[in-house]
């Protein structure tokens, strides 16, 4: 999955001579956390969060006080050079880049840095509960297996066999070491004669665990 | 003469049949009314036979090519692979022959009941045909072609422009009924059930609260596995009433899946048929108090056929009819005689169920469920202040 398949292609901007009262009515209005800076022809020269504008922001013990501070040019608060992606590049590349440098945001550049959308954390974890096939009718069954090649075959097989659509499908480690689970959502309501057929396999299902009793 | 209450079925319903060895087995039905009958606790004069459907009935939830699909499908005449694009002739919902005329049976009986109530002529209204929840508008999915219980409460919105409030105790999620009126005002949907961490069909989150118009009207009490009757009933009792009482619907429309049991093999809850004494005296209860007694109550989901599904939905009946004088005599004779050589199990002699011991972190199942309640109803406590 691709950058420009999730980003949002219109995001809300600013230039950088609107100040800082303006930038922090769009956020207020738009509900975001985010603007990237541009000048007229869409070239990205900055960003701005909601945090910089707070920094910027009178203390609320002294409101009356200093409000001429809103009134600086966003220029003022902006941050550059700006952590961009592009559209081609993937989901997960992008993902890495919120973790390494503590943003939540990733301006979608192309070539001399024409901002064509924006990534926000939050487009990317809706994303993500896409893929775990949460959103669609279905069982879930998760296999404890060994880590080595050929599991996910065999227990696929099993799948097949019993004429059941598999919707999605996680791996991750198990905290046995040298251990993996796989994450099966199958559309069926009754799981009962797969769940057997796997555990003839040799394999451990894990389920609700009648609590108190180790397994 | 207005009645208080009517008994929809007649054999027909039992058509509605995938095959042998399928968990959904609408003998059920029958094994209810025998039940009832033989408890002289259902005369004649208050059962009536359910209407089909029509095509613009169904039309009112379903896509039309969808139906056109189904009706192919049960006479032979449909792809497989455009079956499957429809959810039908999978392991869940296999084709079987004339399943679109079973199934318009099971949303006329649903209907019979709807009109019986709201024309007047009776007080309440019990189909146990119905209840197949998980239908959706274009696509069959665990065990429901059509979903009767949407196509009814959308039917009674239209013809009498009525509020519904749509209750369900199925231990699956009643994810289609939900989804039909997810953005509607004039519908709140009520489900508790087992957590889809596990179970079909994973939806039913308590952040499920409704779209649009429609938000806070979708309420989701999913509780954890191996919970008791105490805990599922202090979740469905106190949700109900304070939903009741804040939304004021015309007509209360109750969904009695009777899977939650620990006998039932398909899901993890562990209630005993105490819950089921319960659940429909508090339906009832508050139908009278709230909504001049309407009350239109179906069947659902229930998998351990022969302990469990008679007894659990005979005490809708019982409840609806005010005969729970009845619990104190033994299950009729004639009844386990008729029955008995049939199931691998022993059937049940008494209403009740024999005691068993408890689960074990009882106390910490209940305390998550009373937070799930608790975040279930935050928004509605906060408005009634």
Excluded at chain 2, 62 to 76: C, F, L, T
Excluded at chain 2, 198 to 203: A, E, I, K, R, V
Aim: charge should be negative; proline fraction near 6%.
């Amino acid at each position: 999955m691709l950058v420009e398949d999730i980003m949002i292609k219109q995001p809300v901007t600013i230039t950088e001579e609107q100040t800082i009262q303006e930038a922090l009515e769009l956020l207020h209005q738009n509900k975001i956390r985010h603007l990237p800076v541009i000048k007229e022809d869409k070239t990205l020269i900055g960003i701005v969060s909601d945090r910089d504008i707070r920094d910027a922001s009178p203390s609320i013990f002294y409101l009356d006080d200093n409000n001429e501070s809103l009134l600086h040019p966003v220029s003022r608060i902006m941050k550059y050079p700006v952590i961009t992606t592009h559209p081609l590049d993937f989901i997960e590349e992008a993902a890495v880049l919120y973790g390494e440098n503590d943003i939540s945001a990733l301006p979608v550049v192309t070539e001399d840095d024409q901002l064509r959308g924006l990534l926000t954390e939050t487009d990317v974890l809706h994303t993500l509960v896409k893929l775990t096939g949460a959103h669609e009718p279905s069982s879930h069954i998760e296999v404890k297996v060994p880590n080595k090649p050929g599991q996910l075959a065999d227990i696929s097989t099993i799948f097949k066999e019993h004429h059941v659509n598999v919707t999605s499908l996680l791996v991750y480690p198990h905290s046995d070491q040298g251990w993996n689970i796989l994450t099966f959502r199958v559309r069926t309501m009754d799981p009962r004669s797969i769940i057997k057929h796997i555990q003839s396999k040799g394999y451990e299902v894990q389920g609700p665990r009648f609590p108190g009793l180790q397994q | 003469m207005r009645q208080d209450a009517i008994f929809v079925y007649s054999e027909k319903q039992l058509n509605y049949k995938f095959n042998d060895d399928h968990p959904f087995n609408h003998l059920r039905l029958h094994l209810t009314y025998d039940l009832l009958r033989m408890a002289g606790a259902l005369p004649l004069s208050s059962v009536s036979p359910p209407r089909v459907a029509t095509d613009e009935e169904i039309g009112l939830i379903h896509d039309r090519n969808y139906i056109n699909a189904v009706k192919a499908a049960g006479e032979n005449k449909l792809d497989e692979a455009i079956a499957h694009s429809y959810g039908i002739g999978t392991e869940d919902t296999p084709t079987f022959p004339h399943m679109h005329e079973a199934a318009a049976s099971l949303v006329g009986g649903t209907l019979t009941a709807v009109d019986m109530v709201m024309e007047g002529k009776s007080e309440h209204a019990l189909n146990l045909g119905g209840g197949l929840h998980h239908g959706f508008r274009g696509k069959a999915s665990g065990f429901c072609v059509y979903n009767d219980s949407s196509i009814a409460i959308e039917y009674m919105r239209r013809k009498y422009g009525v509020r519904v409030l749509y209750v369900d105790t199925d231990a699956h999620h009643g994810d289609g009924v939900q989804w039909s009126f997810y953005d509607e005002p004039s519908v709140c949907t009520f489900s508790i059930h087992e957590t889809g961490r596990y179970l079909f069909p994973g939806t039913g989150s308590v952040h499920e609260k409704g779209a649009g118009k429609g938000y806070g009207l979708s309420i989701n009490i999913p509780v954890d596995a191996f919970t008791e009757d105490d805990s599922f009933l202090e979740c469905y009792e106190t949700a109900f009433k304070e939903l009741v009482e804040f939304y004021k619907p015309d007509v209360i429309f109750t969904q009695n899946g009777a899977d939650a049991h620990y006998y039932d093999p398909l899901t993890h809850l562990a209630v005993s048929i105490q819950t089921y004494m319960k659940i429909p005296q508090i339906a009832h209860e508050l139908a009278h108090k709230y909504c001049n007694g309407k009350w239109i109550a179906v069947g659902g989901g229930g998998y351990d056929m022969w302990r469990v599904v008679p007894r659990a939905w005979g005490l809708v009946w019982l409840a609806m009819t005010n005969q729970t004088h009845i619990l104190k005599k033994p299950i009729p004779k004639a009844w386990i005689e008729k029955w008995e050589d049939v199931p691998d199990t022993d059937l049940p002699v008494d209403w009740t169920d024999p005691a068993v011991p408890p689960v074990p972190r009882r106390a910490e199942i209940q305390e998550k469920n009373l937070r799930t309640l608790e975040k279930a109803l935050y928004h509605i406590r906060l408005e009634q202040g």
